[in-house]
C-alpha cells in the first residue's frame, strides 16, 4: 500500500491580549507569506503599539510602586511572585535573592526560617507555616511579623478579583518602640495615672500607682468613668476652653475608694490608645506635691546630718547680711571653722560616732550665737558663722575664742568620751572683702595659716595670704606635671655604722630639679602632696627607683625609703612592695621602710597587718623621728620594729644639754634591751659622733657624714670609705 501521507500541523495562534479587549488570534504565519494588505498592516501597527502602551502602563505602575514608602506585593491565586516594590525587598533584605516571577512565597519563607529570619517560628517551624499561609489564604485581618533584627512588620493582605493577593507590608518597629516604652512608663510610673476614652470618659487603664492611691482594684476601674471619681461635676480638662492645653495643671477633687476627698492637680495629653482617641491623666495630689516641694527646697538649702544651711544658703544670707550693714555703717565677721584631727576620731571610733560629733558640734555653735548672725556647714569638718554688727576685730576675737572653749569640752557619746579641737580663719568686710564669696575664701585661706602654724587657734586674714595660695595652686600643679613625666629624684644619704666608719646603707630622699625655679625643697611640696593625694605616686616612684638603683650596691648595703601614712590607706601598699621587689631584683632584705609615729596613732588592725606582712616578707620596718610623738613606749608594744632613729632635735643639742643626753643615753638603751638598731639623725659634729658613740649608738647619718647625693656619685662614694676611720672622724665627703 502506498504510504499515507504525513497530516501537515498546524502552528500554534499566538495569543495576544489586551487591556479591556478579549483575546484575538494573531494573524496566520506562512512560509510563502504573502505581501501584506493595507489592512494586514494597519492591524500589525495596533499590536505593536498596544504592545508598547502595555510596556509602559507596566513601567508607570513599577514607578508608582516603588515610590510607596509601604512594602508592596502582589501574588498569584498560587501564593507566586509577580511584583513588588523596593520597599518590600529593602524590609525583606535577607530574602530578597530569592525574589523571582513564579516563586511561591511559601518557598522564599521556608528558606528565611532556616536561615533564622524568623525568629517567632524556632522550634515549630511547620505549625508557624501552617498558620502563616492561612493567613495568607484567607486574608481580611492585619498581624505583625517579628523578624531576626527586632523589626516588626504589620502584614494587610486582601484579596483580587482573580483569586490574586495583594499584600500591604508597613515597618511599625518605632511605634512599638514607642508603645513598650509608654507601657514601661505608664505602669511603673510613681505618678497615679489614668487613660480614659474621649468619648464616653470610661477608664480604660490604670497604673499601679493609681490603684494604691485610689483604693479601688483595676477590676472596680473598669467598671468607672472618670466622672465617678469627680466629686463635683465640672468640665473635664479636655473639653471647654482649655481644650488642646496639654501643659497647664487642672485642679479637681476626687473621691478616693475610701470616702475621703483629695486635691489633685491633673495634667492631661490627649492620645490614641489602641485604636482609640482617648487622654492620659497624671494625678499629684496636691498636698504631697508641696510636702515634697518643701523638702526638696530644705535639702537643697540645709545640710543633711546636722540640719544647718549649706554653702548655698549661707551665701544667700550673707548678701543679706552685707547690704544691711552697708546701710548702717557696720562691720561683718567671716569665722571659718575645722575641726582638728576629725579624721581620726572617724577612723578609731566609727562613722556613727563622727556623726554624732558634728550634730553635737553644730548644737553647741548654735548655742553661742545671736539671732541676727548665721551658723553653716560647709563640708565634712568645716563651719562657717557669720558674726553681723562687728566694730572693731576684737569683737571677732572674742567670738573666736568662746568658740573654741565650746568645742574643747569633752562630748560623751555611746560611753566615749571624745575630745576636739578646732582652728578658726577670720576674714572682716569690707577691709577684706565685700562679697559673700571673696569673704568665704579669706576665710577659708586664714584657717589653713591656723592649722599650718599651731592648731588650736585663730588667724586673721592678711593680704599675702591669697600670693601663698597661688603659689601653692602651682605647687600643686607643676607637681603633677612632675610625677607625671617622672621629674622626682631619689638623692641618697648615707647610714654610717659609729663603730666600724663603714656605710651600712643609704636613705632614699625625694628630690625635685623644677627647670624654672631649680631644687624644690621637699618641704615645700610633700605637705602639697599630702594633701591632694599625689604621695601615693611620689611614694611609689621613689620606691621603684631606689629598689632599682640599690640592686646595683654592694649585696652589703641596704636602701630605706620613707613612707607616708596616707600609703597606708589607699590598701595596695603591700602588693607594690612584692611587685617592686621581684621587677627590681632587690632582696627584701636589704630594704628598709621607715615610718612616723602618726601611722600607729591609729592603731588600726588594718596597719598593722600590713606591717606584719611587710616583716614577713624579709623587708626591715624602722621607727623614724623617735621619741618626738604622743606615745613612743606604747608603740614599740604593738609592734616588733626593726630600728630606731632618733630624731636630729635630740642629736643637735646631745654635747651642750644634759637634758639631751639623758634622752638619748634612754632610747639607746631601750634599744639594746629590744634587740632593735639604734640611728642617730641629723649628726654634724665629732663631738656628737664621739658622745654616741660612748652611749653606744649603732650607726649616724647627718652632714659630718655626706649630703644627699644622686646615685651617680653613690657608686664613687662607697669606693672611698675605706679611707674614713672611725678614730679620726673624717667626713667622708668634704
Not at 123 to 150: M, N, S, T, V, Y
Not at 657 to 684: F, Y
Amino acid at each position: 500500500m502506498p504510504k499515507k501521507p504525513k497530516a501537515t500541523r498546524k502552528p500554534k495562534q499566538l495569543i495576544v491580549r489586551f487591556p479591556g479587549r478579549p483575546a484575538k488570534p494573531a494573524a496566520k504565519l506562512s512560509a510563502n507569506r504573502r505581501p501584506a494588505t493595507g489592512e494586514a498592516v494597519r492591524k500589525a501597527a495596533e499590536v505593536k503599539a498596544a504592545l508598547a502602551e502595555a510596556r509602559k502602563s507596566h513601567e508607570r505602575l513599577r514607578e508608582a510602586i516603588d515610590i510607596l514608602p509601604q512594602g508592596i506585593v502582589f501574588l498569584d491565586a498560587d501564593g507566586r511572585y509577580i511584583l513588588w516594590n523596593k520597599k518590600y525587598a529593602e524590609m525583606y533584605s535577607r530574602s530578597s535573592d530569592l525574589f523571582r516571577p513564579g516563586v511561591r512565597l511559601e518557598d522564599t519563607i521556608r528558606v528565611g526560617i532556616a536561615r533564622g529570619d524568623y525568629p517567632e517560628a524556632i522550634g515549630r517551624e511547620e505549625e508557624w507555616i501552617a498558620a502563616r499561609l492561612k493567613k495568607l489564604f484567607q486574608p481580611g485581618e492585619q498581624h505583625e511579623q517579628r523578624l531576626a533584627d527586632g523589626r516588626v512588620i504589620l502584614i494587610d493582605e486582601r484579596l483580587t478579583g482573580d483569586g490574586g493577593i495583594i499584600g500591604l507590608r508597613v515597618d511599625i518597629t518605632e511605634l512599638k518602640q514607642r508603645e513598650a516604652s509608654f507601657r514601661l512608663l505608664f505602669d511603673s510610673n510613681p505618678v497615679p495615672m489614668i487613660v480614659c476614652a474621649l468619648g464616653d470618659e470610661r477608664i480604660l487603664a490604670v497604673n499601679d500607682a493609681a490603684i494604691q492611691h485610689y483604693g479601688y482594684s483595676r477590676g472596680e476601674f473598669e467598671k468607672l468613668t472618670i466622672r465617678n471619681l469627680q466629686a463635683f461635676d465640672v468640665e473635664p480638662p479636655w473639653a471647654g476652653e482649655h481644650a488642646g492645653d496639654e501643659r497647664a495643671a487642672h485642679a479637681w477633687k476626687h473621691v478616693r475608694g475610701d470616702g475621703a476627698l483629695i486635691d489633685l492637680a491633673i495634667y492631661s495629653r490627649q492620645l490614641v490608645y489602641g485604636d482609640r482617641p482617648a487622654v492620659l491623666l497624671a494625678l499629684l495630689d496636691t498636698t504631697e506635691r508641696k510636702r515634697a516641694e518643701a523638702r526638696l527646697t530644705f535639702m537643697a538649702q540645709h545640710d543633711g546630718l546636722t540640719g544647718l544651711p549649706n554653702r548655698n544658703l549661707l551665701r544667700q544670707q550673707m548678701d543679706d547680711i552685707l547690704l544691711r550693714t552697708r546701710r548702717n555703717a557696720e562691720k561683718v565677721a567671716v569665722l571659718v571653722l575645722g575641726l582638728d584631727h576629725f579624721k581620726a576620731v572617724n577612723d578609731t571610733l566609727g562613722h556613727g560616732i563622727g556623726d554624732k560629733l558634728l550634730r553635737g558640734v553644730a548644737k553647741r555653735l548654735q548655742s553661742m550665737l545671736r539671732e541676727e548672725d548665721a551658723l553653716a556647714r560647709l563640708n565634712s569638718d568645716e563651719f562657717a558663722v557669720i558674726q553681723s554688727g562687728v566694730t572693731r576685730p576684737e569683737d571677732a576675737i572674742s567670738m573666736a575664742r568662746r568658740l573654741l572653749d565650746a568645742i574643747a569640752d569633752p562630748y560623751l557619746l555611746d560611753g566615749h568620751s571624745v575630745v576636739i579641737g578646732a582652728s578658726i580663719g577670720v576674714a572682716m568686710s569690707p577691709s577684706d572683702g565685700d562679697e559673700s564669696e571673696k569673704l568665704l575664701k579669706n576665710a577659708d585661706l586664714a584657717l589653713s595659716r591656723a592649722k599650718n602654724d599651731s592648731r588650736g587657734t585663730f588667724s586673721f586674714f592678711e593680704a599675702g595670704m591669697d600670693a601663698r595660695a597661688q603659689a601653692r595652686r602651682k605647687i600643686e600643679t607643676d607637681l603633677r606635671e612632675a610625677v607625671h613625666t617622672g621629674a622626682l629624684r631619689p638623692y641618697y644619704q648615707p647610714l654610717v655604722d659609729l663603730a666600724s666608719g663603714r656605710i651600712t646603707g643609704f636613705e632614699a630622699l625625694v628630690r625635685w630639679p623644677h627647670p624654672e625655679r631649680g631644687m624644690i625643697s621637699p618641704a615645700e611640696f610633700i605637705p602639697v602632696a599630702e594633701e591632694t593625694g599625689l604621695i601615693n605616686a611620689v611614694g611609689g616612684l621613689m620606691l621603684r627607683r631606689a629598689c632599682t638603683d640599690a640592686a646595683q650596691w654592694p649585696d652589703d648595703v641596704r636602701v630605706a625609703v620613707n613612707l607616708s601614712p596616707l600609703q597606708f590607706r589607699v590598701g595596695n601598699l603591700l602588693s607594690l612592695v612584692v611587685e617592686t621587689l621581684e621587677q627590681s631584683g632587690l632582696p627584701a632584705k636589704r630594704l628598709e621602710l621607715e615610718i612616723t609615729e602618726t601611722l600607729l596613732l591609729e592603731k588600726s588592725s588594718e596597719v598593722l597587718a600590713t606591717l606584719h606582712a611587710l616583716r614577713a616578707l624579709g623587708v626591715r620596718i624602722s621607727m623614724d623621728d623617735f621619741g618626738t610623738g604622743y606615745s613612743s613606749l606604747s608603740y614599740l608594744r604593738s609592734f616588733p620594729f626593726d630600728k630606731i632613729k632618733i630624731d636630729q632635735s635630740f642629736v643637735r643639742d646631745l654635747v651642750a644639754n644634759p637634758d639631751a643626753q639623758a634622752i638619748v643615753r634612754s632610747i639607746i638603751s631601750l634599744g639594746k634591751g629590744l634587740g632593735v638598731t639604734i640611728t642617730a639623725e641629723g649628726v654634724e659634729s665629732e663631738a656628737e659622733v664621739n658622745c654616741l658613740r660612748n652611749e653606744g649608738c649603732h650607726e649616724g647619718q647627718g652632714f659630718l657624714f655626706s649630703r644627699a647625693r644622686p646615685n651617680a656619685e653613690i657608686v664613687s662614694l662607697l669606693k672611698t670609705q675605706g679611707n674614713w676611720s672611725a678614730p679620726a672622724g673624717a667626713a667622708l665627703v668634704a
